[in-house]
C-alpha cells in the first residue's frame, strides 16, 4: 500500500516511536498515584515529554502544558474554557470542525462570532480580520495550515493583530506541528492546541494544550488528579487543572519518542523532504487532463498537501478507485464545511494527497503513472 493521507494520521512511525510504547506496555503504572516503580516510571516519562514538547514549541515552563487525548479535545477546552456569554471572536472559514464545532456551541450560549473569509485560492485578508475587531472581541482563534489547501495562515502576522488589540490568540497546529517551527513567545500565542498522531509521529490518543501565564481557563473535564484528594474542585495550578483522570501513559511515551526523533532528524530536514514530495506530486499531476487542483501554490512554504479533483467525478469515487490500485487517499469532506463551501466543492468533495517523511519519490511517481492511466480510461 502507498499511503498518502498522513494529513489524517501519520501511518508509518518512526522505529522508536513503536518500541516506547512496547515498553511503556509493560513497565508503566498510573502516574501520580502512588510511590510504586511502575508509577514512578509513568511520572518520568510524563515529565520528560512535557519538557522536551515544551523545548520544542519554546515554552519557558512545561508545567502550562496538559496532555489531552487530540486537538479536538485541546481546542474544546481552549475554546469552551475561556470564552462566555458577550463574548466575540474572531475566527476564519480555513478551519477544521474541531474548531467550529465548540464555537458554534459556544455562539448558541451567547458568544458573538465573526468569520474571516477565503478567497477561491484559500487565502483570507489580514485587513479584513482586523477589521472585524470589536469592543468586545475576546479571542482570535485559527488554525495554522487548512487541512484541506495546506495554505498557510500567517500566525506571527495574527499574534501582532492580537498583540495590538489585546486579545487572546488560539491557535490550532494540527496540521503543522513537526513540519514547520512554532515558537509560542516569538509568534505571540496565548494558547497553543496540538495532536500528536500526525507529523509529530506519536500514536492516537494523544495531543496537548498550552496555556501562558496569567491566563486561566475553565477546565472540560474535572476529576481524580492524584493530588489534593480532598478539595471539592479541580486543583487551580497547571498541568492538573487541565488534567483529569488516568493521563495515556503509553500513548505518550509514544509521543516523545517521535519529538525526538524529529529532534535528531532535524525538522528542516523532515519539511525538506516532505516538500519535495509534494512540490514533485504537484508539478507532475497539474498537467494532467481534467485535474483541478486547490489552494495557494505561488508560495513555497505550504503544508505537504495537494487537494485535487479530476473532472466531475465523485471525489469518493476517485478515491475508492485509487485504492483499487493499493493508494490511500482521503475524499469527501475533510472536516472543512467553511472551506468547501469557498472553494465550491460542498457536493464533489475533493482528494487530499498528503505526504510524510516516510514517502518516497518512487512512490509519487507511481501514484502519478496511476492518475494518468484513470484519467486515460474516464477520457476513453
Given at each position: 500500500m502507498i499511503y498518502f493521507d498522513n494529513a489524517a494520521t501519520t501511518l508509518q512511525k518512526p522505529k522508536e516511536v513503536i518500541d516506547a510504547v512496547i515498553e511503556a506496555m509493560?513497565?508503566?503504572?498510573?502516574?501520580?498515584?502512588?510511590?510504586?516503580?511502575?508509577?514512578?516510571?509513568?511520572?518520568?516519562?510524563?515529565?520528560?515529554?512535557?519538557?522536551?514538547?515544551?523545548?520544542?514549541?519554546?515554552?519557558e515552563d512545561s508545567s502550562n502544558i496538559a496532555f489531552t487525548l487530540n486537538s479536538t479535545e485541546a481546542l474544546n477546552t481552549?475554546?469552551?474554557?475561556?470564552?462566555?456569554?458577550?463574548?466575540?471572536?474572531?475566527?476564519?472559514?480555513?478551519?477544521?470542525?474541531?474548531?467550529?464545532?465548540?464555537i458554534y456551541e459556544m455562539v448558541e450560549r451567547g458568544v458573538e462570532l465573526s468569520i474571516t473569509k477565503s478567497d477561491l485560492l484559500g487565502n483570507i485578508s489580514y485587513d479584513e480580520m482586523e477589521s472585524l475587531i470589536k469592543e468586545n472581541t475576546k479571542a482570535i482563534i485559527c488554525t495554522h495550515a487548512s487541512?484541506?489547501?495546506?495554505?498557510?495562515?500567517?500566525?506571527?502576522?495574527?499574534?501582532?493583530?492580537?498583540?495590538?488589540?489585546?486579545?487572546?490568540?488560539?491557535?490550532?497546529?494540527?496540521?503543522?506541528?513537526?513540519?514547520?517551527?512554532?515558537?509560542?513567545?516569538?509568534?505571540?500565542?496565548?494558547?497553543?492546541?496540538?495532536?500528536?498522531?500526525?507529523?509529530?509521529?506519536?500514536?492516537?490518543?494523544?495531543?496537548?494544550?498550552?496555556?501562558?501565564?496569567?491566563?486561566?481557563?475553565?477546565?472540560?473535564?474535572?476529576?481524580?488528579?492524584?493530588?489534593?484528594?480532598?478539595?471539592?474542585?479541580?486543583?487551580?495550578?497547571?498541568?492538573?487543572?487541565?488534567?483529569?483522570?488516568?493521563?495515556?501513559?503509553?500513548?505518550?511515551?509514544?509521543?516523545?519518542?517521535?519529538?525526538?526523533?524529529?529532534?535528531?532528524?532535524?525538522?528542516?530536514?523532515?519539511?525538506?523532504?516532505?516538500?519535495?514530495?509534494?512540490?514533485?506530486?504537484?508539478?507532475?499531476?497539474?498537467?494532467?487532463?481534467?485535474?483541478?487542483?486547490?489552494g495557494d501554490f505561488s508560495t513555497r512554504e505550504r503544508c505537504p498537501i495537494v487537494t485535487l479533483n479530476i473532472g466531475d467525478f465523485d471525489s469518493d469515487d476517485v478515491a475508492e478507485e485509487l485504492l483499487s490500485h493499493g493508494v490511500s487517499t482521503r475524499a469527501g469532506g475533510h472536516c472543512a464545511p467553511l472551506m468547501h463551501k469557498a472553494l465550491g466543492t460542498t457536493e464533489q468533495g475533493a482528494v487530499r494527497f498528503s505526504f510524510s517523511y516516510f514517502n518516497t519519490i518512487q512512490e509519487v511517481d507511481e501514484v502519478v503513472e496511476i492518475l494518468k492511466k484513470l484519467i486515460l480510461a474516464s477520457l476513453s
Open positions: 509493560t513497565s508503566v503504572g498510573n502516574a501520580g498515584r502512588g510511590n510504586t516503580n511502575a508509577s514512578m516510571a509513568a511520572n518520568h516519562i510524563i515529565f520528560d515529554a512535557r519538557e522536551n514538547l515544551a523545548h520544542f514549541f519554546n515554552i481552549a475554546i469552551k474554557g475561556s470564552l462566555k456569554k458577550g463574548d466575540h471572536i474572531i475566527t476564519t472559514e480555513l478551519e477544521h470542525n474541531s474548531v467550529l464545532r465548540p487541512n484541506l489547501t495546506g495554505n498557510l495562515i500567517d500566525i506571527a502576522r495574527v499574534g501582532e493583530i492580537c498583540k495590538r488589540h489585546n486579545l487572546l490568540f488560539i491557535v490550532d497546529v494540527s496540521q503543522t506541528a513537526g513540519v514547520f517551527p512554532i515558537d509560542v513567545k516569538k509568534i505571540g500565542i496565548d494558547i497553543l492546541c496540538f495532536t500528536g498522531h500526525k507529523s509529530l509521529f506519536g500514536p492516537q490518543g494523544t495531543g496537548g494544550i498550552y496555556v501562558r501565564d496569567g491566563i486561566t481557563i475553565t477546565p472540560l473535564k474535572s476529576g481524580g488528579t492524584g493530588i489534593l484528594t480532598y478539595d471539592q474542585i479541580q486543583p487551580e495550578k497547571m498541568p492538573t487543572h487541565l488534567e483529569a483522570g488516568t493521563l495515556n501513559g503509553h500513548g505518550i511515551a509514544g509521543l516523545n519518542a517521535g519529538i525526538k526523533f524529529i529532534n535528531r532528524v532535524g525538522l528542516d530536514e523532515i519539511r525538506k523532504k516532505e516538500e519535495e514530495l509534494m512540490w514533485r506530486f504537484y508539478t507532475k499531476v497539474k498537467e494532467l487532463p481534467q485535474v483541478k487542483i486547490y
